[in-house]
């Protein structure tokens, strides 16, 4: 097997047709990874996701470091995997955020019931309040790995 380091351009081509990864945060010395959606502004090099509140934002709004995991897996033996290190920024509704909530909005809507899983009740409790977050990006890295086959 042969394992490459991505460029930045290969690692944002991965960014740019995915839309679901792994969220890494920590509080307090504990990590605590969660599957996301999400959606690549390659614009403004940032990640943006719709959540409901709860263990991942309150820990995120503590520490706003994170990293999102995305992977593309043919089998064992062909696989990409990038990772993206960045910061954690609420969009609200203030007007300074305005261009963001509208960027955020154009690019839910191009993946089909974007507002899933988030918007959805957990077990037998109501849904949560909800809110848009953005992962501004700081550093990506990624690694392919291949197998000729004889």
């Known amino acids: ?11 944002e081509e991965l960014l740019a047709r995915s839309d679901f990864g792994r969220l890494a945060c920590a509080y307090e010395n504990q990590p605590y990874v969660v599957p996301v959606h999400f ?16 263990q ?10 994170v990293c999102v995991e995305v992977e593309d897996i043919r089998d064992k033996d062909h696989w990409t995997t990038v ?7 609420e ?7 305005k261009g963001a909530r509208e960027t955020a909005q154009e690019l839910f809507e191009k993946r ?9 009740r957990v077990g037998r ?6 809110l848009i977050y953005r992962i501004r990006i700081e550093r990506v890295t990624g690694r ?4 000729d086959r004889v």
């Open 83 to 89: 990772l993206v290190f960045g910061r954690y920024e």
């Open 125 to 130: 409790r109501e849904s949560h309040a909800v």
């Open 39 to 54: 959606s690549f502004d390659v614009e403004r090099r940032c990640l943006y996701a719709f959540s409901a509140i709860g």
């Open 1 to 11: 097997m042969l394992v490459h380091e991505l460029s930045a351009a290969e690692c």
């Open 91 to 97: 969009i609200t509704d203030a007007p300074a955020h």
């Open 144 to 147: 392919r790995a291949g197998r």
């Open 56 to 65: 991942k934002v309150e820990w995120m709004r503590r520490n706003p470091k």
């Open 112 to 120: 089909p019931e974007w507002w899933y899983p988030a918007a959805a």
